[in-house]
């Protein structure tokens, strides 16, 4: 017997509700912070964006166009008010000799009109597609936070069954580059489906804090 799309969300809901929740996770409406956010904020609170030195990262190469399978994934994402960005795979960070990996990903950013311009990025593919995918299950269902020692963000996106490390527990650090970018090294959650939105950015919807702008409205596929 073949699950309904339903079932299978809530199945997906419940499996994720073993992340725990000792952080308070009531969604208040978007753009707007509910009062157990305005708690969460003071726990979940993003470190300055990593920079690399501006002798390394001037010769680092990030491509510039568009891969033409995602040609119309980057028209609706400026349709969408968001702003297309390539990014290289970068590792080791938090040194002081990153080395740039091969891979590539297109994510589509979003920044609030709101004073304190914050944001949220998606991958492309993961904003365009009609059907679900595990990062579009994890931002709308938003199960509680859990409790890990160091990154929140990081320790949230691993409970999710995704992973944003480079190296693993190593320290060494990495992230998705673009050059001349507010957030120069991207934290972004991949899961297993390839799917992917930045880590800070589920890790606050999950306590009812809004980056950016609500994916809900402008996500293509649509819950249930």
């Known amino acids: 017997m073949r ?22 996770g009531a969604q208040g409406p978007a753009g ?22 501006a002798s390394i990262a001037a ?3 990030v491509p510039t166009t568009i891969d033409p399978a995602d040609t119309r994934a980057a028209a609706y994402c400026k349709q969408t008010g968001g702003a297309v960005e390539i990014r290289r795979a970068m590792y080791g960070t938090n040194g002081s000799s990153p080395l740039p990996l091969a891979g590539v990903a297109t994510f589509c950013k979003y920044t609030s009109s709101s004073s304190g ?4 990025y998606i991958k492309l593919n993961t ?5 679900p995918s595990l990062a579009a299950l994890a931002y709308i269902l938003a199960p509680p936070t859990g409790s890990c020692q160091g990154n929140p963000a990081s320790c ?15 320290g060494n650090g990495g992230g998705w580059f ?43 596929y649509k819950y249930p």
């Not at 311009?117 to 949220?120: C, D, E, G, L, M």
């Not at 904003?127 to 059907?131: A, D, S």
Request: charged fraction near 15%.
């Open 178 to 220: 673009k050059k001349n970018s507010i957030d120069q090294v991207l934290e972004a959650c991949i899961f297993p489906d390839m799917s992917s939105i930045d880590s800070w950015g589920l890790a606050y919807h999950a306590n009812g804090i809004i980056r950016g702008i609500d994916l809900t409205t402008v996500m293509r």
């Open 3 to 24: 699950l309904s799309l339903s079932a299978i969300a809530t199945a997906f809901a419940v499996l994720l509700s073993g992340c725990g929740g000792n952080l308070p």
């Open 127 to 131: 904003l365009y597609k009609t059907k």
């Open 32 to 53: 707007a912070t509910s009062a157990a956010g305005a708690s969460a904020a003071s726990i979940l609170h993003q470190p300055p964006a990593r920079q690399i030195p």
């Open 59 to 61: 010769g680092i190469e």
């Open 117 to 120: 311009a914050s944001r949220i």
């Open 156 to 170: 949230y996106c691993s409970l999710l069954g995704g992973s944003d490390q480079f190296g693993g527990d190593s």
